[in-house]
């Protein structure tokens, strides 16, 4: 059961970064998910973070794949491609893309046509930076695509794989993510839809086929600028509900010949983000609704397959400006994973990084007395007495292996990015009442192990068992044995397994 | 079973055995002349002077191990560096036995030829008690800190 997501603009590529840490945090399965980004602004900075996102996953993913005992990096993610409508053309405005002045000589009435849908400032507007909030701009360009010209990538590798999933009798599964409010996703989302509905209707094995949209409706707003030329084709915040209305009016009949299931997803309370009208500079930060359309992509994947037709499932919180666990859906499940992931990337970045620091200052034979835990992993220095020792030991890795040591670097890179994500969307507007942020506000070096026990809102422990729950106490049970893996990254998935609340 | 119930069953064994060593095997090593006293009747001697002192090394080391044990499993111990600490108070500890060696041979030894003899008894019977037992039994965070430690676990698979 394959998961292709299709992430259409900013938001959907935010989306897609929310997917990979809940993926991490073992909330999908262990079958493939496949990413292609669509966007007409290549140097999107909510594109760039996520692609960096996946990448330091992959590289985590790839140390520690086969766990068959713990969900921690259990789902393969790929990023099959990155699709711009610019990529083949150097046309990149609306007017020279659609020939407008060929047109303008050649069939005068379409140019005059032209004229009344597109204002000037729209047909000369360069787009690479993407469809500046105009969703009329973005239909016109992305309906270009072709799925039946073979070179038309990474279109052709997405169906190839689909074909080949379905084949094989696999099911697979298309979520296609955007905002339904601005350029790109309002644009995108529904002519990529109506075009992969077309063309994979007319695939054997349609019936293993389920294809599900999430639409995110508005959830933040800008100030633009005063400076900032009023007379300039750019995403205006105020836009944002009457956009919304016009696109929901139509998703109302077409929505339903399209998808299987269609999720949506708002807030009545908009973040603030800094105005940007595209490139590196549009990078918002992660938002607490981006977790909610991770866990729509895993009820799409896991759960939406046995829902009626025509069926609506409405959820909301319980108040107003505040989120709990309670509020979300999965709430035990959900809880348990990302609880167990926070505290294990935690206990990693508190502990266990200037633990092993420490180990390459002091030397391995001092650091192996001081530290128990680190023999079970690591080969330890036996001096004269060695040969006595177990010979178990001597087959363990090096930890001054170079293997070892990039291994604790890549684990402690997708701390931080998990780490990072997290406390962000606890900073995104209302009241996030999941973990306390500011526990590991700042990173590495700067969180307090002493915070362990402290990190989850709603703990029903009592005072006792939680004065015990501490780094030092997860670290005495620390075993190679248990999960019968030695080196950085049995340490890590003992630690992950230890951290189970 | 929890780690620190076999600790105590192995300071409880080795405390065994050492009082075994100190009260039955050293004694009988004076009384049965294998190591000869001439300038005092060894009975009399083993029963006066050896059993007092034997008492003392005995008691205070075995009250070093506990309180070692037990101020070693109420540490809070976040990282390695902290370890440092607690093993000088490891070796704060030991001076406890030595001083009751000092104490056992000053205040109830009236044999000069046993001095040297009763010395290294006492020496070997500290070293059994508090730091054999130290080194195969405390709690896991400091199981290493004890020298030698590590050797001895690893020699006995106690890990």
Redesign the interface.
């Known amino acids: 059961m394959t998961l292709y997501i299709i992430a259409i603009g900013g938001t959907g590529a935010r989306c897609v970064e929310a997917i990979t840490q809940c993926a991490a945090a073992g909330l999908f399965t262990e079958e493939p998910i496949k990413v292609v980004f669509v966007d007409a602004d290549e140097s999107n900075g909510n594109l760039s973070r996520t692609s960096e996102t996946i990448k330091t996953y992959q590289e985590c993913y790839e140390l520690t794949k086969n766990n068959a005992q713990i969900p921690w990096m259990q789902t393969p993610i790929e990023l099959l491609s990155f699709w711009s409508p610019f990529s083949n053309s150097t046309n990149k405005t609306l007017g020279s893309f659609l020939n407008y002045n060929s047109y303008k000589n050649s069939h005068p009435a379409l140019g005059h046509l032209f004229d009344v849908l597109y204002t000037k400032d729209e047909r000369e507007t360069p787009l690479d930076v993407g469809f500046r909030g105009r969703p009329a701009i973005g239909s016109a360009i992305i309906s270009q695509v072709n799925f039946d010209e073979t070179e038309q990538e990474p279109w052709t590798t997405l169906i190839k794989l689909i074909r080949a999933d379905l084949g094989t009798g696999k099911s697979v599964h298309i979520f296609l993510c955007g905002s339904i409010f601005g350029g790109t996703g309002a644009s995108g989302f529904p002519t990529i839809g109506r075009l992969l509905v077309n063309k994979l209707s007319r695939l054997e094995g349609r019936d293993r086929l389920k294809i599900g949209g999430l639409l995110m409706l508005p959830y933040f707003a800008f100030l633009v600028p005063n400076e900032q030329d009023n007379n300039e084709v750019y995403a205006r915040a105020d836009q944002f509900l009457l956009n919304t209305e016009s696109a929901l009016r139509y998703y109302v009949n077409e929505a339903q010949s399209t998808f299987d299931a269609v999720y949506m997803l708002g807030n009545q309370n908009p973040s603030n983000v800094k105005f940007s009208i595209g490139k590196n500079s549009q990078c918002n930060e992660p938002h607490f609704i981006e977790l909610y359309a991770a866990l729509a992509a895993k009820h799409f994947l896991l759960d939406a397959a046995s829902g009626e037709p025509g069926k609506v499932i409405l959820m909301g919180r319980n108040s107003p400006r505040r989120i709990t666990w309670k509020d979300l859906p999965d709430s035990e499940e959900v809880k348990q994973k990302l609880v167990n992931t926070t505290r294990f990337a935690f206990a990693w970045m508190a502990?266990l990084v200037?633990?092993l620091a420490?180990?390459s200052k002091?030397g391995v034979k001092g650091?192996?007395?001081?530290?128990?835990w680190f023999?079970?992993f690591f080969r330890?220095v036996?001096?004269l007495?060695g040969i006595?020792?177990?010979r178990d030991?001597q087959s363990l890795p090096e930890f001054n292996d170079g293997t070892e040591q990039a291994a604790i670097e890549t684990i402690k890179k997708w701390c931080n990015s998990y780490l990072r994500w997290l406390n962000k969307l606890h900073f995104s507007g209302d009241n996030i009442e999941l973990f306390r942020p500011e526990m590991f506000t700042g990173g590495e070096g700067k969180i307090s192990?002493?915070n362990f026990a402290g990190l989850v809102f709603e703990d029903s422990r009592d005072k006792d068992k939680r004065s015990q729950d501490?780094?030092?106490v997860l670290?005495?049970k620390l075993d190679a044995k248990t999960l019968g893996q030695a080196g950085t990254v049995g340490l890590a998935k003992s630690l992950y397994l230890q951290c189970k609340p | 079973m929890e780690?620190w119930i076999w600790d105590v069953i192995r300071i409880v064994i080795v405390s065994l055995i050492g009082a075994a060593i100190m009260f039955l095997l050293q004694p009988w090593l004076y009384q049965n002349g294998i190591i000869p006293l001439n300038d005092v009747e060894p009975e009399a001697w083993v029963g006066d002077n050896y059993i007092i002192g034997a008492v003392t090394v005995f008691s205070v080391s075995i009250i070093a191990v506990i309180l070692w044990y037990v101020i070693a499993a109420k540490a809070?111990?976040?990282?390695?560096?902290e370890?440092?600490s607690m093993a000088i108070l490891w070796w704060v500890f030991l001076l406890l036995p030595i001083i009751s060696i000092c104490a056992a041979i000053y205040f109830f030894n009236q044999s000069n030829d046993a001095l040297l003899s009763v010395t290294g008894f006492f020496v070997f019977d500290i070293l059994f008690l508090y730091w054999f037992s130290t080194a195969i039994s405390s709690p896991?965070?400091l199981?290493?800190?004890v020298p030698g430690?590590?050797?001895l676990r690893?020699?006995f698979?106690l890990?």
Do not use: C, D, H, W
């Open positions: 502990n200037p633990e420490y180990a002091v650091f192996q007395k001081q530290a128990p023999s079970s330890p036996q001096g007495f006595i020792g177990s030991m192990a002493e501490t780094i030092q670290k005495e | 780690a809070k111990v976040q990282s390695a560096k370890t440092s896991r965070s199981m290493f800190v430690a590590f050797f690893n020699l698979g890990r």
